[in-house]
């Protein structure tokens, strides 16, 4: 399985920040779309990730408080990346590497999502239970062997 495949069944909506925004404004995107991260882009590039990890760092260190932080002054600005070809094997070995719970995916310079520790684990899963479906039907239509007739 591949990058490629969760973002087909994830969709595309992408949510972005300025690096130079106010983590406040950044924060408050981040509420409202009830999401754990937003990707942060200058000219049209990748230039680092926001999550909820180190907006958590930025509050404890600013004495509970968000303050006038800039997103710029938070970001991880060395994300790890993937490509859509990029095998789920792969990706979790680089998420769980880095205790990374978002990862941007770029073609090229292009960035086309955004997967999460939870959409990998979600496709792992789905695939092995696509897989104990097909072993259940494959075991159920067992062929009887001649000479092991019942009765």
Known sequence: ???????RVKGNTLYTVAPDD???????VMAEHDIGSLVVMEHGDLVG???????????VA???????????????DA????????DINEVRRMMLGRHARYMPVLERR???GVISFY????????????????LKAYIR???EERGEQSG
Do not use: H, Y
Not at 49 to 59: D, G, K, P, W, Y
Not at 62 to 67: A, E
């Open 1 to 7: 399985m591949k990058v490629s495949d969760i973002l």
């Open 49 to 59: 990730m926001l999550t909820f990890r180190e907006v958590i760092s930025a509050i």
């Open 119 to 134: 959409d990998v684990a979600k496709s792992v899963v789905d695939a092995q239970d696509f897989e104990n479906r097909m």
């Open 22 to 28: 106010a983590l406040a404004g950044a924060v408050q």
């Open 141 to 143: 239509d067992w062929p």
């Open 110 to 112: 292009t960035l086309m």
């Open 62 to 76: 600013n004495g509970g408080s968000v303050g006038a932080q800039r997103v710029r002054s938070v970001m991880d």
């Open 79 to 86: 994300p790890l990346t993937c490509t859509p070809e990029t």
